[in-house]
């Protein structure tokens, strides 16, 4: 199974807005559920703490720590997972990842950097 690509992190300040996307060759898009996940700075490697998910009825389910700012969707069609951040705070500095939910080992990607800082 070829592993998750994230894409689109980057430094933006606090209060701003970031998009990300994960996609994957393959064609496991289309029969679970997919989840984001972030490990912030000094959490220990493998530390990932979920952020969102949503099944194949596009049902949808946010931590608390999120809930009003990020919002997860779906492009089955494309293989396409996207995160919309907004009102981004410097606590939500981490590495960004993609996953089934629940996560698999053998797919996680690199994922993608967020910085939010002055």
């Known amino acids: 199974q070829v592993p998750f690509v994230e894409s689109g992190g980057g430094l933006v300040e606090p209060g701003g807005s970031l998009r990300l996307s994960c996609t994957s060759s393959g064609s496991i898009f289309t029969s679970f559920a997919m989840g984001w996940y972030r490990q912030a700075p000094g959490k220990q490697h493998g530390q990932r703490d979920l952020?969102?998910?949503?099944?194949?009825?596009?049902?949808?389910n946010y931590s608390d720590f999120v809930k009003g700012r990020f919002t997860i969707s779906r492009d089955n069609t494309k293989n396409l997972l996207n995160l919309q951040m907004n009102s981004l705070k410097p606590e939500d500095t981490a590495v960004y990842y993609c996953?089934?939910?629940?996560?698999?080992?053998?797919?996680w990607g690199q994922g993608t950097q967020v910085a939010v800082s002055e």
């Open positions: 952020i969102a998910y949503i099944n194949n009825n596009n049902r949808t």
């Open positions: 996953n089934r939910y629940p996560p698999t080992v053998a797919d």
